[in-house]
Structures are given as C-alpha cells and as structure tokens.
C-alpha cells in the first residue's frame, strides 16, 4: 500500500496500552491511524475534522456513550465502513451492534491477519456498493421520520437522522402510503404520505402540481398546459393544480 492510496483508521479504543499496540501494528501495515478516542464525544471530534475511510471501534469504552451509541453519532455525520473489536459476544449486545450495520464484528485479543482482511473487504464493499435509495423508518404516527429546523429537513434512516438541505429538493412524488423525496445528490422514500409531508414541511415553493407531485418551484425549467420539467424529468401538471401553480409566476 503506497502512501497515495492509505486508508485512513479512526481507532476507539479506551485500553491506551492496547490502543496503541494496535495503532502502531495498524501504521506498519501501512495504514493511517488518524486519532484514537477512548470515549465517543473525542471520537465524533475526530471524525467531524479528519478524513476517515473507516472505523475500527470497541464496545465497551468510558463515557456516558458505549461504542454502539458512538458510532450512531458518527454514521449521522456520513456513512463509513464500521469495524467493531470486542469481547462482548452476547446476543443482546450483537442485536444492538447489527442495527449499525457493521462491517465486520471481530472478537478480542484481534489477529491482525484477520482484522487486515476485515479493512480490505469493508473498503471494497463499501466502494462497489450501488447507491440505492433509503427507506426511512417511522413510529406509528410517523412524527419520527421527518424533522424541520430552518432551512434543514432531517430524515431518518435506520437509527439516525441524515440533514438535507430543503433548496437541493427537487420534487416529491408519492406512491400509496410512501413517497419519494428527490434531491440533487440523492433519493430517499419516506413511508409517509405526500399530503402529510407537505402539511410538515409548509414552504411557499413547495408546490402541488398533481395528485402525486409536488415540486420545488424554484427547480422549474419549462412548462406547458400539462407538464412540467424538473431536471431530467417531466412532471405531469394536472388541471385542478394548474392555477395555483401559476399563481407564482403572476406578477406582484
């Protein structure tokens, strides 16, 4: 491994002897080992400014946050393959571990052979996976899976929340009791109705141009009598939504 294609290690680990053991053993494999953390609130530090390529973390570790909470706050920031290096092997703690989607779960004392395999095999995973569209989880009054504050929507995926900026949304579109929520970067499907998201978002340019659309007004390109274009796609534009759509191009 050269020095151009290192991979960058955030290692949590609160047995400094060990931490250091293995972080020494790690750069001599020719990884980076960019900090080490013995509690989550140093760990979401380093993660939040450095590069990190993927998270090598115990479960058991000081602090009000043991290793899984931690990495739920770290997966909040951005998704990285997740390593865990632990001697709890009981299944309570394993079901918890798996809701953070782990790479990899290797028991204490680690065979380097075996956790350097894990690394290679997590990049590579994590590299070849296709980008595939989020279904967001919700309570039983689905107040959980979408959240406002300002110009930010956070939406929940898995056990977390992810911030969207609401300017990068293009359109919405509904399917049943699901929608889709189109950005600019990414897709989402929030398994809520179009109504109900746009009773919670409320912005003046969200508009409802049919049963199922509504868009970013802001993102429209061209138009006629019956679609819309938005981005790479034409929206349908129905009669009963027609004048409330072009009462925003009226002038003041």
């Known amino acids: ?89 009981d299944r309570d703690t394993l079901e918890r571990a798996k809701h953070t989607y782990p790479a990899a779960y290797l028991n204490k004392p680690v065979q380097l052979a075996s956790l350097r395999t894990a690394i290679e095999l997590a990049i590579n995973n994590a590299a070849a996976r296709p980008a595939l569209p989020t279904l967001v989880e919700r309570d039983g009054m689905g107040r959980e899976a979408l959240l406002q504050i300002n110009n930010w929507l956070y939406i929940r995926e898995k056990y977390h929340f992810v911030r969207v900026d609401m300017h990068d949304l293009l359109y919405l579109e509904a399917d049943n009791t699901h929608t889709k929520l189109i950005t600019t970067t990414r897709k989402y499907i929030l398994r809520l109705t179009l109504s109900s998201i746009l009773d919670r978002i409320s912005q003046p340019w969200l508009v409802r141009i049919h049963r199922s659309y509504a868009i970013n007004i802001n993102t429209v390109e061209s138009f006629n009598d019956a679609e819309i274009s938005v981005g790479s796609q034409l929206l349908p534009l129905s009669r009963s939504c027609k004048d409330d759509f072009m009462r925003h191009f009226l002038y003041r």
């Open 1 to 89: 491994m050269n020095h151009t294609t290192r991979i960058n290690i955030l290692l949590i680990e609160d047995e400094p002897i060990l931490a250091m053991d293995l972080a020494d053993r790690l750069e001599g494999e020719g990884y980076r080992v960019i900090g080490i953390a013995s509690n989550g609130p140093k760990a979401l530090e380093l993660y939040q400014t450095n590069t990190v390529d993927v998270v090598l973390c115990d479960i058991v570790i000081k602090g009000e946050w043991d290793g899984i909470e931690t990495a739920r706050y770290l997966l909040a920031e951005r998704p990285v393959p997740l390593i865990y290096l632990t001697a709890m092997t």
